[in-house]
């Protein structure tokens, strides 16, 4: 029987001391592998630091909730490369894990036709790049985002004449955009892609008085069928990773711009969470999309 491996950290692990309020993301997507799995396959989730001689027991591993990998990004892929020279089937790859840690990956999109988001990139930033950053984009409030980063961790939003900016540091190059009104208004259109077709899609709304949708900030989410346009403008997002095929998951994150038409926020290739609970097929077409890559 094939053994699957759900990499994870201490953060997501259950029975942890240092687990996160919102690792019931964790429990929710093994938990819709699993029934999607039934008794084809084990499935363990385990932290990816674990002794390499544990890990190579396993046949594939797929990238469940290592969220602590963007504070050690090349550790990260020095594991997954090390898997897959043991013979292990990565899901997704070591190459895609590479191309989509630092979110310069969003300029190769954005040169392949994506509808993207005004963006600057200090490497070093400090104040005098948010200062700037208002003018460049004649707005009156923006989003400071780090390169390597997710779940909006170490992420702030400032309005022009804000006192904060004065003392706001951070020690890792940063990107910084607009903020975009539709994020409160609409929401964030999240796209589900299994084996690169569209599995279901959502909408994620943030908490009254707050723009950020993750669920650790009180963020919700509810099911969407997307309009054509919509769905359209997701699948050729996807068509424009540089891959020879596919990845075994994707979650494509838009927003929509003034102009009607949406923009990537992200291309999520890592660790996202799939929102199985908004995708009553989700669990049997990852697994089927699994035994795939096994086969």
Partial sequence: ?????????????????????????????????????GSRTEVADIDWRAPLEHLVRFDLAILGTPWDYTEAKDEFIARLEALEAAGVVVANPSEVVRWNADKLYLQDLASRGAPAIPTLWPEVPGPADIHAAFDH??????????RVGAGAIGQDSFRRGDAGIATWRTAQPAMIQPFLPAIQSEGELSFIFIGGELSHALIKRAAAGDYRIQSLYGGS??????????????????????????????????????SGKLAVIEAELIEPYLYPQQGPDFGKRLADAVLARLA
Wanted: hydrophobic share 50%; with cysteine; aromatic share 6%.
């Fill in 137 to 146: 984009f004649d707005c009156e409030r923006v989003v400071v985002k780090r």
């Fill in 1 to 37: 029987m094939p053994r699957i491996a759900f990499l994870a950290c201490p953060a997501t692990l259950p029975g942890s001391p240092t687990r996160r309020s919102d690792a019931f993301e964790h429990d929710l997507q093994l938990a819709a592998l699993r029934q999607g799995l």
């Fill in 221 to 258: 989410e509810v099911a969407l069928d997307p309009a054509p346009a919509d769905r359209e403008a997701a699948a050729a997002v996807m068509a424009m990773l540089p891959f020879a095929g596919p990845p075994l998951y994707a979650r494509i994150d838009m927003v929509r711009l003034e």
